[in-house]
């Protein structure tokens, strides 16, 4: 039965108050509309705040209530609608639209909740914003538009139940995700710990870079590289499907410090120019740009064409006979070497590395045997995470397929 048959869809002004309600009352806590976290404090999100002295202008909302994010982000090409749930109450810019349910309406929260989650009411949002019409990256949609937008009405005890099935399946989401971060926590700790005190070690010593057992040495990268140099310029112009190279940007590189082969753009490149840029197996890359000292190993055998670094990457060829590259790749993700990169970067809003500084890097330097022992180990915590990880995606589809039938009505629940 065709969606429109079974369920009413009624104007979010008719559901729906508008909440004008400026910061009279003196709340500091400044909120900010993350896709995945939904309203969350900006000190928490960005671990620092970016609003204003003056915070009278912002609108003041509470518990229940929700804004809009007039602005597109990675998921919500039309904006974000979040509920506040985390905190009693908030503040946010008056460039969000906010507004609550009417008094005892046909609405229930959590449902509510639900269907701006989703991606349901983007068919709704499309004809109304004005491609282009941006100010500081705002989308262009008045408040009365947005209210005038349809939102399904199921039957009350119909949405009680749709919601209370998807709010079970965000428990087992967030459950995970807490689990996910506890591995995260346990490996960063676990990474410290084997890089300073080693496998087995009774005897430590002073060094520059701190106590360390007393059989390792202390190196440069340099010492342990054969060569380096900076990814090569093309244009995004020379991008072609049927290319003869894999190009990877740093974009390519996820936020688990791992590389994305399937994202890597194919490129129509001239051989004689491009073939000594091919990365090898095992090569370490750091980006050098932007987000500096973000660090991979290129495995060969993940890519299904020879691979050439874009400009923003500094390649370093390893001697194996010396370090592993795993092993190294373990050392840049530690706190010693990220402080030390942190120190090296220059320039202002753009901060910048250089293959130069990179070598110069103090690095902790086991012998090859117990460098084996140490990956393994961050390995089998690494395959941990990555479990839990599918685990956590196979749920998100599991909840994308309710959605696309709970929400819609092609599936009917009985309350």
């Known amino acids: 039965m065709p969606r429109s048959e079974v ?65 597109a982000m990675k998921g919500y090409p039309v904006g974000a609608v979040k509920r506040l749930d985390r905190y009693p109450e908030g503040v946010v810019s008056s460039l969000y639209l906010c507004f609550g349910i009417r008094g005892t309406g046909p609405v229930h929260g959590d449902f509510a909740a639900h269907v701006f989650g989703s991606s349901i009411l983007e068919e709704e949002l499309r004809p109304i914003v004005k491609v282009g ?154 980006t050098r740009s932007g987000t500096c000292g973000v660090t991979v190993v290129y495995e060969h055998t993940k890519a299904a064409l020879p691979v050439i670094p874009g400009a923003f990457l500094i390649r370093f060829r390893l001697d194996r006979r010396q370090v592993l590259p795993q092993f190294l790749l373990a050392t840049f993700q530690g706190r010693g070497v990220q402080e030390a990169l942190s120190l090296l970067t220059a320039g202002g809003v753009q901060k910048n590395l250089s293959g130069t500084n990179i070598r110069t890097v103090l690095v902790p330097r086991p012998p090859l045997t117990e460098q084996a022992m140490i990956v393994r180990h961050l390995s089998e915590i690494a395959s941990i995470r990555e479990q839990q990880v599918a685990a956590l995606a196979t749920l998100r589809d599991t909840k994308a397929g309710l959605l696309a039938d709970l929400l819609t009505g092609r599936v009917r629940v009985t309350p």
């Open 7 to 71: 369920w009413e869809r009624k104007p979010l002004g008719v559901l729906f108050e508008r909440v004008n309600r400026r910061n009279r009352a003196g709340v500091t806590r400044v909120l900010t509309a993350s896709g995945d976290r939904g309203l969350i404090d900006q000190e928490e999100f960005f671990n620092k705040s970016v609003a204003g002295a003056d915070l009278s202008n912002y609108l003041h909302i509470k518990r229940g209530e929700f804004a809009y994010n007039r602005s």
């Open 133 to 286: 019409a941006r100010a500081h990256g705002l989308l262009n949609v008045s408040a009365d538009d947005f209210m005038s937008i349809r939102f399904p009405v199921p039957p009350l005890p119909e949405q009680k139940k749709i919601a209370a099935i998807l709010s079970s399946v965000d428990e087992s989401i967030q459950a995970t995700r807490a689990v996910i971060d506890q591995t995260r926590r346990v490996k960063e700790g676990l990474l410290q710990d084997l890089l300073t005190r080693g496998i087995g070690h009774t005897r430590f010593k002073q060094t520059e870079i701190g106590e360390i057992p007393a059989a390792w040495e202390v190196v440069t990268v340099g010492s342990v590289t054969r060569d380096s140099a900076f990814g090569p310029r093309f244009s995004s112009d020379e991008y072609d499907p049927a290319g003869n190279y894999a190009t990877m940007r740093t974009t390519d590189i996820d936020r688990d410090w791992a590389i994305n082969y399937d994202t890597m753009p194919r490129a129509s490149l001239p051989s004689d120019e491009f073939d000594k840029h091919v990365l090898q197996d095992q090569d370490l890359l750091v």
